[in-house]
């Protein structure tokens, strides 16, 4: 009887003990909403204007913290109905490294999407023009980037910019625009005219599309990380490899991780399978010289609209 309640009380005490640990190492956060008012053409030449809402998070603490842009893809059919873009789950994993995050909902998506559509390609698939579309999503995203910068607990000096299937490839055009002190770009899946139903695995104009990533590379100062699967639907992975081409040919650095299948659409994997690029993610990010913190990350304290 002895014995076991020495080892209940040992236990009880390595449990208090682990829980005041968490509690010593759980970093808190605030998320706010920062309005922005941006202008752009879409590929007819007519003007759209509106707000970019961007989430932002940022860690407990005065910083100055580096700072990741995360940017959303697109679903032609449902803009209207997109809500502002969060990106909960992956936010907590750059915030538990030690980033403030800001996640843009980009000009054309819920509640601007009446404005207009300055990401629409053309109304045949085989004339895509892609130029107007990227113009316009990199240089909002630079708009972010300069707005931020403006804050005193961001990091000037260290900046991703990340972004998922159209988000991936504007998260390149962005890259292209000449961000001062950018850090690095993480493309997923990066692409544009992918249509799963319609003509599963096979981009519109892929010369064209492929002239966009030549452009990037050429323009681009800074190293990126490019992550596609074996099963994308959107985006087979002979485009993944020949747009990788075409980018490192015009000078751009590029390290391009072909991953297994996943699930029954590889295009999912960054909001789907954090388990498989967080790793990939953490080596990446050690071999910046990023901090790395790996601290729980608790619930958000009170955010403002701002």
Do not use: K
Not at 21 to 29: H, I
Not at 34 to 50: I, N, Y
Not at 280 to 300: K, M, N
């Amino acid at each position: 009887m002895r014995l076991a309640f020495r080892l209940l009380t040992a236990l009880l005490l390595a449990s208090r003990l682990l829980s005041a640990g968490a509690q010593a190492g759980e970093l808190r956060y605030s998320e706010s909403v920062l309005r922005e008012p941006v202008s752009s053409q879409d590929w007819l030449g007519r003007a759209v204007q509106g707000e970019l809402l961007v989430t932002v998070f940022r860690p407990e603490g005065a910083g100055p913290f580096p700072l990741v842009v995360i940017n959303h893809g697109r679903d032609s059919q449902r803009r209207d109905a997109v809500q502002r873009y969060r990106f909960e789950s992956a936010s907590r994993y750059f915030l538990s490294r030690g980033f403030a995050v800001a996640v843009p909902t980009r000009l054309g998506y819920g509640a601007s999407a009446a404005a207009g559509d300055p990401e629409n390609i053309s109304n045949r698939c085989a004339l895509s023009t892609y130029e107007p579309a990227l113009d316009a999503a990199g240089a909002q995203i630079a708009r972010v980037v300069e707005r931020l910068r403006q804050e005193s607990w961001i990091d000037p000096q260290h900046l991703i910019l990340l972004g998922q299937s159209v988000g991936g490839l504007s998260s390149l055009a962005g890259s292209a625009r000449g961000i001062a002190d950018l850090t690095a770009t993480i493309n997923f899946a990066g692409g544009h005219g992918g249509d799963a139903e319609q003509h599963p695995g096979q981009p519109c104009n892929p010369e064209a599309l492929a002239e966009a990533f030549r452009q990037f590379g050429a323009q681009a100062s800074t190293s990126s990380l490019w992550l596609y699967t074996e099963n994308d639907r959107l985006f087979a992975p002979e485009w993944a490899q020949r747009w990788h081409g075409a980018y490192t040919a015009a000078g751009g650095r590029a390290e391009l991780r072909l991953l297994p299948a996943f699930g029954d659409n590889g295009h999912a994997l960054f909001t789907r399978g954090e388990h498989i690029w967080q790793p990939i993610l953490d080596d990446f990010l050690a071999r910046l010289g990023l901090r790395h913190e790996h601290r729980i990350v608790g619930q958000p304290t009170a955010g403002q609209e701002g």
